[in-house]
């Protein structure tokens, strides 16, 4: 008897529990020996690029522990080998699976439901500058495949939203036809590298970092054993410019000193060493005494991140940064595992080895200022917290084209420079900037106004955070007259996404109880007297389950106590804050606003 094949359709659902079933067993096969992301052969170690994870997951394994999640969907197949699989989903305009979710971060797509029912995409732009055509490219490629527009990022990069699935493949592939990328933009990879966005044109600067911010860059890109990490990891340059890199909160930072004869070693140019910082953990990168030449910072970086490739945790996410392999082991042990990694000894001098750095320009980041170059300026294009349109994005780039040396730089306030505009055409720049609905100029609140994406577009977040922000600038700006910098920085959860414990006045999202039940309203928790560079220290708490709706006064009510009971015209926000503790600083601004 001919029996007939059954013809069964499943539903989406149905087929992501199967391919998370058949990604357990799988997994199991894996954890067997069967499989793996690197050639095994039997009663072998693993070999090829993946090795290294494969031991530590293996490691993990064999003391009887659980692996996370992601590490699981590491170990069951590496990103870049599912691509076929991607490009599958976007011909049928198809979610992804939870792991694939976390697999397609590795091309820098973020789906981002429930908040949105598709993908954000996050680009790689090494130092923050691109060229004017690439901006105007990155505009072209918005608004045919994601919402019409594009945000700044406090990584000093570029990221658009509403991709649907099934332009998810195009606009990745548009993105590299640019000669950008998106690779490792997203999971247990190595972020965007920050360094400063003046670089090349600072009168003040040490050192231009675009050279070893760009060999860092071109180094992950093209070695995936630098790939799949433990957590994600972040690398700045500073080169000691006028417009800060918040270098202090990467996991690496690279920060441009003077080192003074008499000491160990060659005068110069050095980069002072900091490793650790992660500030929404509370903690900024940690002195180490070493002092690195900046021809060697890629190799330095390099033995940094293989050590916590060997040491980090991989079964709990929420302790898997660098921070805590340090905070485990001590500094001084895993330095030593790094300078086994290098093969030599690094070099460490006494902190009067190091002459100060030169001071930072908190408005430098907006409006007109000078160039190192002689009858040169670049310009601070003020972003509504971050956002441009694609129209004002290729009206920028043709700005940057026609008047300026054609670059576009990026900070990590959350803005643009337009550098290389001659003397006799500042003016016209200002003019074409402001005919495009963006300014030049922005009062002392709007200048220092930063906020991550909110729940509006990120699942993470507990408020609408950029709503929120701007809530507050229009309502403070014009009923309080701040004459000092000030910044205010929102973020929507513990990632900390728009550094809320180094701001002077920081709100980290909340779920807000209200009523006798279970209900809650969207808001906040108030920190004051946060601070970066040669002020870092982490905020202290001033208000908490503060209301959404009650933010924009409460933020009122706090800049008038400083007004008011500043000990002179030139204390700025930070020292006044940093005077009193929180609840003196909430009956402050409470007892003034009852007048």
């Not at 490691?59 to 991607?86: C, I, M, T």
């Not at 198809?94 to 439901?113: E, I």
């Not at 660098?322 to 030593?336: C, H, P, Q, S, T």
């Not at 129209?391 to 290389?420: F, H, P, Y």
Request: hydrophobic share 40%; proline share 4%.
């Amino acid at each position: 008897m001919k029996i007939d094949p059954l013809s069964v359709e499943f539903t989406d659902e149905q087929k992501r529990y199967l391919e998370g079933f058949a990604t357990g067993l799988q997994i199991s096969r894996v954890g067997r020996g069967f499989s793996g992301g690197a050639t095994v052969k039997a009663n072998s170690e693993p070999v090829g690029p993946d090795a290294a994870h494969l031991k530590a997951q293996d490691k993990v394994l064999a003391s009887g522990k659980k692996l996370a999640d992601q590490e699981r969907f590491k170990r069951e197949e590496h990103p870049f080998d599912a691509y076929p699989r991607l490009k599958q989903q976007a011909l049928t305009n198809s979610p992804p699976s939870p792991a694939d979710n976390f697999r397609w971060r590795y091309y820098g797509l973020f789906y981002v439901a429930p908040a949105q029912d598709s993908y954000m995409c996050r680009l790689r732009i090494p130092n923050g500058v691109l060229k004017h055509w690439q901006l105007a490219g990155v505009a072209d490629l918005a608004e045919q495949f994601c919402g019409p527009y594009c945000h700044v990022t406090t990584r000093a990069n570029l990221q658009v939203r509403e991709i649907p699935p099934k332009h998810a493949v195009a606009l990745i592939e548009g993105i590299q036809e640019l000669g950008l990328c998106s690779r490792g933009s997203g999971a247990d990879n190595i972020r965007n590298v920050t360094g400063t966005p003046t670089a090349g044109i600072d009168p003040q600067e040490l050192i231009d970092t675009r050279e070893y911010a760009r060999e860092w860059h071109y180094h992950i890109l093209n070695d995936r054993s630098l790939y799949g990490l433990p957590r994600k990891f972040n690398v700045a340059f500073d080169g000691a410019g006028q417009i800060a890199v918040l270098e202090d909160t990467n996991d690496i930072a690279f920060a441009a000193v003077e080192v003074r004869g008499g000491f160990s070693v060659e005068p110069g140019v050095w980069f002072r060493l900091g490793i650790g910082g992660i500030t929404g953990h509370k903690d900024f990168a940690r002195e180490t005494g070493i002092i690195v030449r900046p021809a060697d910072a890629t190799r330095v970086a390099d033995a940094i991140v293989r050590a916590f490739i060997d040491t980090g945790d991989r079964t709990n996410r929420l302790k898997a940064r660098l921070k805590y392999v340090i905070d485990n082991m001590g500094m001084e042990k895993f330095l030593a595992l790094v300078e086994e990694k290098l093969g030599h000894a690094l070099s460490r001098v006494p902190a009067e080895a190091l002459a100060p750095r030169p001071a930072f320009d908190r408005m430098a980041h907006i409006g007109v200022h000078r160039q190192k170059q002689q009858g040169l300026s670049w310009i601070g294009v003020s972003l509504p917290l971050g956002k441009a349109t694609c129209e004002q994005m290729r009206e920028l780039a043709k700005i940057a084209r026609d008047l300026g040396d054609g670059d576009i730089r990026l900070t990590v306030w959350q803005n643009l420079l337009i550098s290389g505009v001659r003397d006799e055409n500042v003016d016209l720049a200002v003019a074409a900037i402001e005919k495009t609905g963006l300014a030049v100029k922005a009062s002392q609140i709007r200048a220092g106004l930063i906020a991550c994406t909110g729940n509006a577009g990120c699942k993470f977040a507990a408020s609408d955070t950029k709503r929120h922000a701007a809530a507050i600038g229009d309502w403070c700006d014009g009923r309080v007259e701040i004459d000092t910098p000030l910044n205010i920085h929102l973020t929507g959860c513990h990632h900390s996404c728009a550094q809320h414990y180094v701001s002077d006045i920081g709100l980290i999202a909340a779920k807000v109880p209200v009523g006798e039940g279970d209900d809650t309203v969207e808001g906040y928790h108030l920190f004051a007297g946060g601070g970066f560079g040669p002020d870092a220290d982490i905020g202290q708490e001033v208000y908490r389950d503060l209301k959404a709706e009650d933010a924009p006064k409460t933020v009122e009510k706090l800049l008038k106590a400083y007004l008011a009971h500043r000990t002179s015209n030139e204390e700025t926000f930070l020292a006044f804050a940093r005077r009193h503790d929180g609840e003196t600083l909430r009956k402050l601004a409470d007892a003034d606003a009852l007048k």
